[in-house]
């Protein structure tokens, strides 16, 4: 500050009589000066130091202060005079200067009228030349030299011109910024545009606009010191007065702007006569004003597309009702995307490939005015009806939005693909990389909303759940309403399934009296239950045993409806999503098919056949062809997920195994289950068997002698091929076997017929030890043992299980044999227990049943063993 520098302003001197302060004009020069600290030192310095000190009482002198402030205004006054004198030689040397400047141009002018004159003389003596000279050759036939001297006179002429049209365009710059600082207009310009009306004049005046901006910046500081935050009062910022009294930025500023109106108006009639040069022109002029900004938003704004569009896109979605039913019902195929939105993404094509030309032949950033187009296109037009009809959709049913959603995006997309092979600005080659960055990036904006994070696979698993649970709504009533039976160790795996089931169940009645659910929705629900809107109390809703039963068709069902979601989750989610939604969807597919549906049946098939063990009747069976679909569809439900859902998150190790783990633990435990049912039928086979052997008769075996007699008793006896019990038991297996055969086939089916059909020979090896056999009886004994084996041997046996129960035929033979045909089979024995052929135990137990056990040649026999 001012104030600090005492030495060279004040003198602090003592003597007598005090000098006053001492200053020049370099001290108020200083940019820090300050006219309150400038006053305060000069009343100091006037009060002396013993004054200072003294007591307040004292009295106040101000001939101190009078004398120093005299002194300072006369010197004020001295160096006002000597400000002005100075000021009075820079406006002399500036006049003499511009004075200098005017003199120099008329000299030049008066030159180049002078060089112009002359090259005109000369060109018209060459002419001259050259049509009486045989065209520039003279008689000997050597080429004239005045053409290359014309040439050469002519480019100095054109750097001459040049150079005067530099020496003018200073000239009327100079003059331009005379006028807007000293008298705060710019009349030249004004009048240039008023005179001329062309668009190469508005071009002109543009470029010397903006050299006088610059101009400004340099010689007017003060105008643009607003700008960095300094404060304005009464055109005074900062206490200085911009230039010459002027505030030529904003007098520039507003000229730029109504200039910059006329190039916009200029190119949009430029634009409407399909004159690009002209456009090109000025879109380069304007760039250079605010980097093309307006420019481009005049374009895009104010494009015809837009204009035409503008009501198109505020219409309703008027789809007719039919369509929108088909969008809704998910056993008919998708419609396609919404016709208002395909025909603006149709129209769209056309638009980008026509305007791309314009945009490349009318801007010099071409590719700048291209991403803003396409960003407006699809942030308005597209994104605007998109929204409109996503939200249409939405009021139809979940399914229906899934699907326009689906279509929506893939027709979008093709949109893309075909816009970057057409390449727009690049046609005919491919667009360019920031192009095509654009298109992809919109493309993601669009539908980012709808698919960010869980929000996209959350709607499509609950679409799936709600078409699931309609489905199998009859299905869950029916069991639910069964009687469980708590027993065996299945009793905990079928008490998980009954809360799933009732779960299923109350999941459906609550989704169709919520208040969110549209009517089309509620209408589907209803529909693909199989329900009327009058069953009001979902609870009391009859079902029949049909509706309890599995149903390959409604597994196909399912499993069609989960395939149409798995292709939207690959189309619509990123690669990187893909594992797990799919694990997603793998998770409900193992829940609503496997347990819901597959271990529900199989449970309630547990339940039946846990009854039948211990039944006193004849046991029902009629359980068991329950197990074919369920196996059916199992099979179908495991192949889908190998081979679809478990394939699309290979890409991801951690999901892939989970994935596979769960599959493998659903399936198994259906597996379990149904072992679990065949084993229980092995039992009830077997225990009912059993019974029946407990009802032969005693005498069965050993008639007596007057049921030999020739009586309608005895003829009747002797007519009959079987007992009674053989009967009964063979009919029992006939039905259980092809009950089986409805239940399972194959490997599968041969197995349990094996292990049956064992246990129940080995049954029978039992049971014909416990009975005595007379020579009748054993006619009745090889009877009933033959019905038996060809009864098991109807049955898809092994070769080793055919040749075991064979064995049961030569039973017979032992009780109706004489001695030596029974020495001659004593010979062939099985060692160890029952195989193809008798051990010696069976041998020695079947022959002691024979009531002629007693007699010589059978003792003779036992006796040789």
Not at 255 to 267: G, H, I, P, R, V
Request: charged letters at 25%; one cysteine or more.
């Amino acid at each position: 500050m001012a104030s600090m520098d005492n030495a060279s302003i004040l003198t602090t001197g003592r003597s007598i009589f005090p000098r006053g302060p001492s200053f020049t004009l370099e001290n108020f020069s200083n940019k820090d000066f300050i006219v309150r600290d400038f006053v305060e030192e000069l009343s100091d310095s006037s009060v002396p130091a013993n004054r200072r000190s003294a007591p307040a009482q004292q009295a106040f002198d101000p001939k101190p202060l009078i004398r120093t402030f005299e002194n300072a205004l006369s010197q004020l006054a001295t160096l006002s005079d000597e400000l002005s004198e100075r000021e009075n030689e820079l406006q002399t040397s500036v006049k003499r200067a511009e004075i200098q400047h005017d003199q120099t141009l008329d000299t030049l002018g008066r030159k180049l009228d002078q060089s112009i004159d002359s090259f005109e003389t000369l060109d018209i003596s060459l002419n001259h030349s050259n049509g009486s000279g045989m065209n520039g050759y003279d008689r000997s036939g050597r080429q004239d030299g005045g053409g290359n001297i014309a040439v050469q006179i002519g480019e100095r002429l054109e750097d001459l011109d040049k150079q005067r049209r530099r020496a003018m365009d200073a000239n009327f710059l100079i003059q331009c910024w005379l006028e807007v600082s000293e008298a705060g207009q710019l009349t030249s310009l004004e009048e240039m545009i008023q005179r001329k009306s062309g668009g190469d004049n508005k071009v002109r005046c543009a470029v010397i606009a903006r050299q006088l901006m610059r101009i400004s910046q340099r010689l007017d500081p003060s105008s643009w010191a607003q700008s960095n935050g300094s404060t304005k009062v009464n055109g005074v910022t900062n206490g200085v007065v911009g230039y010459r009294g002027h505030d030529t930025k904003e007098i520039i500023e507003k000229f730029s702007e109504t200039l910059e109106k006329d190039l916009l108006k200029q190119f949009d009639e430029s634009y409407r006569r399909q004159q690009f040069d002209d456009m090109l022109e000025c879109a380069k002029v304007l760039h250079d004003f605010n980097g093309g900004n307006n420019v481009v938003a005049l374009f895009v704004n104010q494009h015809q597309f837009f204009i035409d569009r503008s009501q198109l896109i505020t219409e309703e979605v008027t789809t007719d009702n039919e369509t929108w039913e088909k969008l809704a019902d998910p056993d008919s195929d998708p419609p396609g995307v919404e016709p208002s939105l395909q025909s603006l993404v149709d129209e769209v094509r056309v638009v980008m490939q026509e305007e791309s030309f314009i945009i490349k032949r009318a801007f010099p950033y071409y590719e700048v005015v291209l991403v803003k187009f396409i960003q407006r296109i699809f942030q308005q037009s597209i994104q605007q009806r998109l929204e409109m009809v996503l939200e249409k959709a939405d009021t139809i049913s979940s399914l229906a939005f899934l699907r326009s959603l689906h279509a929506s995006r893939g027709y979008i997309n093709n949109l893309i693909e075909d816009l970057k092979a057409h390449g727009l600005t690049e046609h005919p080659e491919q667009a360019s990389v920031q192009t095509a960055l654009s298109l992809d990036q919109q493309l993601d904006e669009l539908f980012v909303p709808y698919l960010v994070g869980n929000s996209y696979i959350d709607r499509e698993r609950k679409s799936l759940e709600e078409l699931y649970s309609s489905l199998l709504f009859k299905f869950t009533i029916y069991h639910s309403r069964l009687k469980k039976l708590p027993t065996g160790f299945m009793a905990s795996l079928a008490q998980q399934g009954t809360q799933l089931l009732s779960s299923a169940k109350d999941a459906y009645i609550d989704r169709l009296d919520s208040s969110d659910l549209t009517p089309t929705q509620k209408a589907m629900m209803l529909r693909v239950a199989g329900l009327r809107d009058t069953d009001k109390n979902k609870n009391e809703i009859e079902v029949s045993e049909d509706d309890g039963i599995l149903s390959i068709p409604n597994a196909k069902r399912m499993l069609k409806w989960l395939a149409e979601g798995v292709r939207r989750a690959l189309e619509l989610g990123s690669g990187s999503e893909t594992p797990k939604d799919v694990s997603a969807l793998l998770n409900l597919l193992l829940t609503s098919m496997g347990q819901v549906y597959i271990e529900t049946a199989l449970d309630a098939a547990t339940d039946q056949a846990a009854v039948q063990e211990n039944a006193k009747a004849e046991p029902d069976l009629a359980y068991l062809p329950s197990l074919q679909p369920a196996i059916t569809i199992t099979n179908i439900m495991s192949r889908f997920i190998n081979t679809v859902l478990i394939k699309l998150a290979e890409t991801n190790t951690t999901v892939r195994r989970s994935m596979e783990l769960q599959a493998k633990t659903g399936v198994e435990r259906i597996e379990m289950k149904t072992s679990h049912i065949i084993r229980s039928t092995i039992t009830i086979v077997l225990n009912w068997v059993g019974k029946l052997l407990q009802s032969q008769k005693r005498f069965d075996f050993r008639p007596k002698d007057s049921d030999l007699d020739g009586g309608r008793a005895g003829s009747g006896y002797l007519e009959s091929l079987q007992t009674a019990t053989c009967l009964s038991i063979c009919n029992f297996l006939n039905r259980a076997a092809a009950l089986s055969a409805m239940a399972i086939d194959g490997q599968n089916l041969e197995i349990f017929s094996c292990e049956l059909a064992m246990s129940i020979r080995d049954l029978l090896f039992e049971h014909f030890k416990k009975w005595q056999v007379n020579a009748t009886g054993g006619l009745m004994v090889t009877k009933d043992i033959s019905l038996y084996v060809s009864t098991l041997k109807d049955w898809p046996l092994s070769k080793e299980t055919e040749a075991s129960v064979e064995v049961l035929s030569e039973i017979g033979n032992l009780f109706i044999i004489g001695p030596e045909a029974l020495r001659e089979r004593s010979r062939n024995f099985q060692p160890g227990g029952v195989g193809k052929k008798l051990s010696k135990a069976d041998f020695r137990a079947f022959v002691m049943k024979r009531d002629d056990y007693g007699s010589v040649g059978i003792q003779s026999v036992l006796a040789a063993l």
